[in-house]
């Protein structure tokens, strides 16, 4: 058997800028195509004891939907992350051999449910270990947008910073506030319990059912038009699907308190981003921290790029080394236990 090692070194935006070691063998192993250069080698190495492990050739510096396409013939297992689509085409494309899709990530609305259903092909993603990395985000967020950390930096760095004034960068404080979650997954639960450490005046939530550990710091779970009439900072932490599509549109937003924060962690298309814009803009609301958008890579002439009350981040709720790294594994693991006829560490139910 012919083994090659193959150093690369890679510096792209997503999920880590690190050099992988790809082990390219002869053999007659399974394969799984990866689709990105920087996915953490621990992972990688994991994936080459069982299988062959092939990068997804592309002539540009970010992989596009083409090359999955191009890429995907014939292999046992896709490794990815969003924004990848796995959809009709790619699965078509890639033949009876696909059996599972490992997608390191805890969202999958960049997956088509229904095309792997008709395919056969297993669905693995990465929840709980980045659990608290995105619910330190999101509490950053909210601090960052509502005591105005980058609109008072930049005063600060470009000569605002003159003589003192009793009312300049004043914000609003978490203590004594409603708090209101969007979504009490794990995630939401974690944002939860870190805000309810301000002292808050009011814990307020919305979920398919009632969640023990939220109520027992004394959340309320309440209708999503309730909540958003009520809380002074509202954060968006449930998944993207079509039902929470634009979950925050206009008449929500009209509804806010005038000195309502919102802030996103999710999925940008949780809200109508137009409509967001608009009220941003008009002072309807206080201001918005939003790690998502749409679309990512948001083009630097949004609107949104130049507003003083606007905190974003690109999309790295999940990006901790440590964090990243238990993903990627979670996400070998996911494919290899398909691979043995295991029970797969994390399965979407399809
Ligand atoms: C996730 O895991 O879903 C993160 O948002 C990364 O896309």
Redesign the pocket.
């Known amino acids: 058997m012919r083994v090659l090692f193959l150093p690369l070194k890679y510096n792209l935006s997503w999920?880590l800028h690190i050099s992988v070691q790809l082990k390219f063998t002869m053999s007659s192993k399974p394969k799984v195509l990866l689709t990105h250069k920087a996915f953490p080698q621990t992972a990688i190495d994991m994936l080459s004891e069982k299988f062959d492990v092939e990068l997804c050739n592309s002539k540009s510096a970010q992989i596009t939907q083409q090359d999955v396409i191009d890429n995907i013939p014939g292999k046992f297992g896709i490794f990815c992350?969003?924004?990848i689509k796995i959809n009709e085409e790619v699965l078509k494309t890639a033949g009876p051999s696909l059996k599972v899709v490992g997608?390191?990530?805890?969202?999958?609305?960049?997956v088509d449910l229904n095309a792997l259903k008709k395919y056969g092909v297993r669905l693995g993603?990465?929840p709980d270990v980045?659990t608290e990395a995105?619910a330190e985000i999101a509490v950053g967020l909210l601090i960052a947008t509502t005591r105005r950390f980058f609109e008072a930096n930049k005063a600060l760095k470009t000569g605002g910073w003159t003589n003192y004034s009793p009312d300049w960068m004043c914000g609003r404080g978490i203590q004594d506030s409603v708090v209101g979650i969007i979504g009490c997954g794990n995630i939401g639960t974690s944002i939860a319990e870190k805000l309810n450490k301000f002292n808050i005046a009011e814990l307020l939530y919305t979920s398919r059912s009632e969640k023990p550990a939220v109520k027992a710091i004394g959340g309320k779970l309440v209708a999503v038009d309730d909540l958003v009439k009520r809380s002074d900072f509202i954060v968006l932490s449930v998944a993207l699907t079509p039902e929470t599509r634009f979950i925050i549109n206009k008449d929500r937003i009209a509804n806010m308190k005038s000195n309502a924060v919102l802030v996103n962690?999710?999925?940008g298309d949780l809200v109508d981003q137009d409509a967001l814009i608009e009220a941003l803009k008009g002072n309807k609301i206080r201001g918005a921290g939003l790690?998502?958008m749409t679309p990512e890579p948001l083009p630097l002439d949004n609107p949104l790029m130049n507003m003083d009350n606007v905190v974003l981040l690109p999309?790295i709720?999940?990006a901790t080394v440590e964090t990243r790294r238990e993903?990627a594994e979670l996400t070998s693991k996911n494919i290899i236990a398909v691979l043995e006829n295991c029970v797969m560490p994390s399965e979407v139910k399809i």
Do not use: F, K
Not at 103 to 110: E, K, N, P
């Open positions: 999920p992350c969003p924004p997608t390191m990530s805890v969202g999958y609305d960049h993603n990465t980045l995105v962690i999710g999925r790690d998502v999309h709720g999940s993903m």
